[in-house]
């Protein structure tokens, strides 16, 4: 069975955020993820994944003015400064929690852009010298449009196609099925073709983005394929629970009993 980390950005909001930690390590978990921690300290936060007994596997890099529509920094022309910085902040947290996977967003611009492309490569492979110092993998992740109209980073050849294009050893593939069944389809074979270059994967249902098991796809035989495959990584759980987090749990009883 996959090793999962449960998002603390969509699961177990009934408690704040920072008593998000136990109450994920009460629920079983032993690893856990999150979208941008930067509201709070890093040392609060350490204090209190140390005392829940819990890893922080992975976050996002700042990105940017999430209020006025910016989701990402990355491939923005003229805010290489920005980006820089974003940087700095992650890598620094990410040495404060002992993380070792930061998502770089893409940030909104059209992919036949040649200015926008530029930018995004030159982000990546300073961000990539950044985190190799570090002992960072960096992953970049295809978000549907549906969820974020306009991202630049839309489409999972377009991913591997600039993986292969940057030729860095510390930046991978972040392989969301849920994004990737609204965007292409195709969830097993994308898994098995995929797989050299994926860095970490994270589930929920679809259309609904709920827990595994209620929606259209069968999300039991898509992690039962990560098994087969020999996927060892992570598989963070960034889905909203339809009701309370713990209620909405049953779905590790079905998969560990193969029901």
Known sequence: MPHFAANLSMMFTE?????????????GFDAVEFQFPYEFRAADIAARSTAAGVEVVLFNLPPGDWEAGERGLAALPGRRAAFDQSVGTGLDYAAALGTKRLHVMAGIGNPADAATDAAYVVSLNHAA?????????????????????????????????????????????????????????????????????????????????????????????????LDRLGYRGLVGCEYRPAGSTLAGLGWRERLASGS
């Open 129 to 225: 010298d950044a985190a190799a110092e570090a002992g960072v993998m960096l992953m970049i992740e295809p978000i549907n449009g549906r969820d974020m109209p306009g991202y630049f980073l839309n489409d999972f050849d377009q991913a591997v196609a600039l993986i292969d294009r940057l030729g860095r050893p510390n930046i991978a593939l972040q392989f969301d099925i849920y994004h990737r069944q609204i965007l292409q389809g195709d969830v097993l074979s994308g898994l098995e073709q995929l797989l050299p270059v994926i860095g970490h994967v994270q589930i929920a249902s679809v259309p609904g983005r709920n827990e595994p098991g209620s929606g259209e796809l069968d999300d039991f035989l898509v992690l039962a394929a």
């Open 15 to 27: 408690h704040g955020f920072l008593d998000r930690f136990q109450a994920a390590a009460d629920a």
